[in-house]
């Protein structure tokens, strides 16, 4: 067993590095058996995903922004930023179907 740190993130909370990460692994997006589904402390179904970092293993939860935002990712977008605060990330618009997906 590994020692990484394992952090459960939500699309609100992405950091450009995560997002990198993300699309370097998945850059065709992901296939439903990349897909890891989990119950959390509430006992809600959780889909998400998994990257990692030297230190850190990630899963991200899946939703519809997140399919967008990968979608349309732009390493130049994100390469002014300073830090990486969850903030830095824009919050995307989404049609009304799109948002019933989620």
Do not use: C, H, W
């Not at 459960?8 to 990460?21: A, G, H, Q, R, S």
């Amino acid at each position: 067993m590994d020692n990484k740190k394992r952090v459960i993130v939500d699309f609100k909370k992405l950091t450009p590095e995560v997002l990198k990460l993300l699309v370097e692994k998945y850059p065709e997006g992901y296939d439903e058996d990349q897909i890891i589904t989990f119950r959390n402390a509430q006992g809600e179904r959780i889909e998400a995903v998994e990257v990692s970092t030297d230190d850190t293993k990630y899963l991200v939860k899946i939703s519809a922004k997140l399919e967008k935002t990968m979608a349309n990712y732009e390493e130049d977008d994100f390469e002014d930023f300073q830090n990486e605060e969850p903030e830095e990330i824009p919050d995307i618009e989404m049609e009304e179907d799109e948002e019933s997906d989620l």
